[in-house]
């Protein structure tokens, strides 16, 4: 038989529909997503448990008492699982789904139980919408709507009607032709017939069949959530994706409660309405006891309207009155509340990525929604303009096909991650396997399987395309799809019983750190060179968000940043990603404005606009230090003033309280003088630095000077001096009332003090000479990685314990600035911080210290929060 291209025939159809009636689909499209977007609002808007007080009413007005209790627990019981927002969701969908199904169905039931042409017209129609598999529906319904909502309410409607069709007719048919025959023997009109008589006594199944319709509608919804319908099936789609038996059981089970509650109201509905029905509740209550009686009783509809009145209004006046729910803080109001539509693969990186622009993007004043699709839905979603960004695009290899489709309606804002590559892995118990070429002639060993993953992932079609092929396993070997999560519990299992086991993989991925695997090397380059994850797109999105799209280009994570991340979120649990994100984030501070920088944008400290005094020592680690902290508190709304002193100036003004703090205080030993005089009116703040130590240091070309015994005798050869720095300084006076004497060498040498400057400008000029010259320095110096000096040894210890530099204040300090107070207690500096510090500063050059500390800070982001964090 030659071959019929019914599905090209089908596919020629569908692509003239779209071309030709778009309007139509568009207008379809907002008509449903405004029904559903109503009846959610409704549903949504009271507490959860006041809504299910609501329809435990209902159900004690339908089915009594028992029924009632049993909806309010099952209810409260969904709230308990945090399951509520998306069976709000489901059941917007199936609402406003069962509307539009009975709308259409129960019509076209009389139309066909009056006629029997349309009756034999309509039976294959049905025939062939009830039977065509439920999954088929989505792929017009993204084809002409989109993805989303819409095309799950299209695709419910088409799956739902037929049950609805049919039992109309079969109700009206079941009429016995005799009433009909009487009724129209005394001249009623064919229209009051059926309305009067055929209608009223078909009820009873026509109501099965909406009854029927609507729980079609339930379990199609749930299978829409594949294509971005939300709700119910977005939880258990991920469920599934993921293989999280905790999920899916919770997902499962709140449909199980929402199906059982439509089941029973709408069954109960059913016998209110009929006149049958309400006879047969009658008698129910009529033969029950007196002790059944109270259980049965049911409140008269406008004693139940009453309720559902009241509750209703309770549920809006919270809604009014009440605090609304705190989101996340908007550090710079950039987005003003405009929406953003994101979707992700339910892949590690994609979830990790996409949760993190959802923060980054809710700090900056947006609101993204987040949606996980199937890769095939989330491009063609994207190319209809349904989704403006995703941050999971493997190229230019796994996605190729993908993107040769829709690249001319998507926007590549690159990568941000890479290179990356694609494998196949076994156990590395399993030996003689190193290479893809290995696995010939050993499908018996792995059972002829491969392992994958999602059927429309690139990394599956390359392996049917080339890999396989390309190496002669395609037919010794089946590729078995299924899921990510899917596989990797595949793995896990064979792992655990030590069988072989083939499966796809790629890298990075954190199952190489969980197991110990073999990547098969692939030797003809099949997988080709590696892929970069990229940003994509929607035509048009930069333009209509400029600076949305400028971050996402700039956007750059390393391995170590991603993987924590992916991490995070693990540890966070299940539908918690969100919180795992910000506690990556408290770990890496600064991120947000590294990704998404705007002026201006750090948040204010709590004593904005408060102007503390800050003195400082002409000491490269004081200025150094200084200049950062002048820098960090005016980001953060302060107004600090600096100005500079030598050491005795400043404990005797800030003792005064005409200096609140400085950063320098060098302590136990080189100021103690000065601590010891002034420490009645001070604070120590804490030290924000150790292992520091005083010295005097040579040029290591001055040889046999290896300590400070060894300068004894050589003051000819140093013309009797030792260049100093300040006069007031701590490390002076130890060095003249201390050091000099123990070694004998107070009288052979004069210790000179024009300052630190004059110090450092005398040892460049003597080491360029190559001259011998003896300097008071101290650690951490930049003077060490520029020359090559020797620190003289001091056996005796004259120089004393090592110091910590410590912040010191004015004793009204803390009480003064509490929140600058709280900062300098916390703040450490490490010896390569300190010193790459110093280093740019001394790169910035002479009267240029702020440019050198501002390219400091911005080699280093997150260090205004990690000095000076705000909560």
Do not use: C
């Not at 520029?786 to 009204?812: Q, V």
């Amino acid at each position: 038989m030659p071959r019929l291209d019914i599905g090209k025939w089908i596919d020629s159809g569908i692509t003239w529909l779209r071309e030709n009636l778009d309007w139509l689909f568009d207008f379809i499209a907002k008509v449903v997503d405004g029904m559903y977007e109503g009846v959610h609002d409704v549903l949504s808007a009271p507490e959860p448990l006041l809504f299910a007080g609501i329809l435990a009413v209902i159900a004690w007005w339908l089915r009594g008492l028992v029924a009632s209790v049993v909806a309010f627990a099952g209810f409260a019981l969904i709230d308990s699982i945090q399951q509520w927002d998306e069976a709000m969701e489901t059941l917007s969908l199936v609402l406003v789904a069962g509307f539009i199904t009975i709308v259409m169905a129960v019509p076209l039931g009389i139309w066909a139980a009056r006629s029997r042409t349309v009756s034999t017209m309509l039976r294959p129609v049905l025939d062939f919408m009830q039977t065509m598999p439920a999954f088929v529906y989505l792929i017009p319904g993204i084809f002409f709507f989109g993805v989303g909502v819409v095309p799950g309410a299209i695709a419910t409607i088409v799956f739902a009607m037929p049950p609805s069709v049919r039992m109309t007719e079969l109700g009206i048919r079941q009429v016995d032709e005799e009433l009909v025959e009487a009724a129209e023997a005394f001249g009623t009109s064919p229209r009051r017939t059926l309305v009067r008589v055929q209608l009223p006594l078909a009820l009873p199944t026509i109501m099965a069949g909406v009854n029927q319709a609507i729980m079609l509608a339930l379990s199609m919804v749930v299978i829409s959530g594949m294509v971005g319908g939300g709700g119910l099936g977005s939880s258990v789609f991920e469920a599934i994706s993921s293989v999280d038996v905790a999920l899916g059981f919770e997902g499962g089970l709140a449909v199980v409660i929402l199906a059982m509650y439509l089941d029973r109201m709408t069954g109960a509905l059913g016998e209110r309405v009929s006149p049958l029905g309400r006879r047969a509740i009658a008698k129910r209550n009529a033969a029950a006891t007196s002790g059944l009686k109270v259980l049965q009783w049911r409140p008269a509809t406008s004693l139940a309207t009453v309720g559902v009145v009241v509750l209703a209004l309770v549920a809006g006046g919270m809604n009014v009155f009440g605090e609304d729910e705190k989101g996340p803080e908007v550090t710079a109001d950039v987005g003003k509340g405009r929406s953003l539509n994101i979707g992700y693969i339910n892949w590690d990186e994609g979830v990790a990525s996409t949760y993190l622009w959802k923060e980054v993007l809710e700090q900056r004043g947006f609101k993204p929604k987040v949606q996980s699709y199937e890769v095939g839905a989330l491009y063609t979603g994207m190319a209809a303009g349904d989704i403006d960004v995703q941050t999971n695009s493997w190229l230019p290899i796994t996605h190729e096909s993908y993107w040769k489709n829709y690249r001319d309606k998507l926007d590549d804002l690159g990568s941000w991650y890479g290179p990356t590559s694609l494998e196949v892995a076994v156990p590395s118990y399993v030996k003689g396997v190193k290479t893809l070429e290995d696995l010939k002639g050993k499908g018996g060993t792995f059972k002829g399987k491969i392992i994958g993953i999602e059927p429309g992932a690139g990394e599956m079609k390359l392996m049917k395309d080339k890999v396989l092929p390309g190496y002669g396993l395609d037919k010794e070997y089946k590729l078995v799809s299924g899921s990510t999560a899917g596989m990797l519990s595949q793995l896990e299992r064979s792992y655990a019983k030590q069988e072989p086991v083939a499966v796809t993989l790629w890298s990075p991925h954190w199952a190489y750190s969980k197991y110990d695997l073999t990547k098969l090397k692939d030797t003809k380059g099949a997988f080709g060179s590696g892929d970069r994850l990229h940003m994509l797109a929607r035509k048009g999105f930069a333009q209509k968000e400029p600076q949305v799209a400028e971050w996402m280009k700039g956007f750059k994570l390393d391995e170590k940043q991603l993987t924590t991340l992916e991490q995070a979120i693990q540890d966070a649990g299940k539908g918690n990603q969100q919180q795992g994100v910000r506690a990556w984030l408290e770990k890496n501070p600064g991120m947000i404005d590294k990704i998404a920088p705007v002026a201006g944008a750090e948040a204010k400290g709590k004593q904005a606009g408060a102007a503390p005094r800050i003195g400082y020592f002409p000491w490269d680690e004081d200025i150094a230090t200084t200049y950062l902290w002048k820098n960090v508190l005016e980001r953060r709304g302060y107004k600090p003033s600096i100005k500079q002193y030598d050491v005795g100036s400043m404990f005797t003004g800030m003792a005064a309280g005409q200096i609140d703090v400085e950063f320098d205080g060098w302590l136990p030993v080189a100021q103690k003088q000065y601590w010891d005089k002034y420490k009645h009116n001070l604070v120590d703040i804490g030290a924000w630095y150790d292992r520091t130590s005083l010295e005097l240091a040579v040029p290591s070309y001055v040889k046999d000077v290896k300590s400070l015994a060894d300068l004894k005798g050589k003051g000819d050869r140093f013309k009797g001096k030792i260049v100093g720095i300040e006069p007031g300084t701590g490390q002076m006076k130890l060095l003249k009332d201390k050091v000099l004497p123990a070694y004998g060498l107070d009288e052979e040498y004069e210790v000179t003090s024009a300052g630190s400057p004059a110090m450092l400008a005398e040892l460049e000029r003597a080491y360029k000479k190559r001259e011998p010259i003896v300097a008071v320095l101290w650690t951490p110096h930049w003077a060490y990685s520029k020359y090559e000096l020797t620190k003289l040894a001091d056996p005796k210890k004259a120089f004393g314990e090592n110091n910590e530099i410590r912040s010191l204040g004015h004793k009204s300090f803390p009480k003064k600035y509490p929140e600058f107070y709280g900062w300098l207690k916390e703040w450490h500096m490490t010896e390569k911080e300190l010193a790459g510090l110093e280093a740019s500063i001394q790169d910035a050059g002479k009267g240029k210290i702020e440019e050198g500390v501002q390219k400091w800070m911005d080699a280093h982001p997150g260090i205004v929060d990690k000095m000076a964090p705000v909560k």
